[in-house]
Nanobody, 121 residues
Framework: QVQLVESGGGLVQTGGSLRLSCAAS????????MGWYRQAPGKQRESVAG???????NYANSVKDRFTISRDNAKKTVYLQMNSLKPEDTAVYYC???????????????WGQGTQVTVSS
């Protein structure tokens, strides 16, 4: 069974930093694109950052120059380094991976369980 397990969320003051991790486990043939999303209360889920299998990255304008997405293919893990945090970054953060599990011929999307990030003013 394929799982994505997130860690690293918590409470931080404005201007602080956090690093989120998301590790994939199970029978996996290939991991394609990976990304981070967030959802604040009363708001729709939005894309924060993405990274392709080749390492190309993209960011939402609201986090560009503050957040950095990276991946370690050997560890099957994607990271989100968050610096200069603001109260408006408060949300539940979810990782997503498009991957090919064992016994499957094409990629499917898998989601982590979510981790709470709270930035106090």
């Amino acid at each position: 069974q394929v799982q994505l397990v997130e860690s690293g969320g918590g409470l931080v003051q404005t201007g602080g930093s956090l690093r989120l991790s998301c590790a994939a486990s199970g029978s996996i043939i290939r991991i394609n694109d990976m990304g981070w999303y967030r959802q604040a209360p009363g708001k729709q889920r939005e894309s924060v950052a993405g990274i392709t299998s080749g390492g190309s990255t993209n960011y939402a304008n609201s986090v560009k120059d503050r957040f950095t997405i990276s991946r370690d293919n050997a560890k099957k893990t994607v990271y989100l380094q968050m610096n200069s945090l603001k109260p408006e970054d408060t949300a539940v953060y979810y990782c997503k991976a498009n991957l090919v599990p064992g016994g499957t011929l094409w990629g499917n999307n898998y989601w982590g369980q979510g981790t709470q990030v709270t930035v106090s003013s």
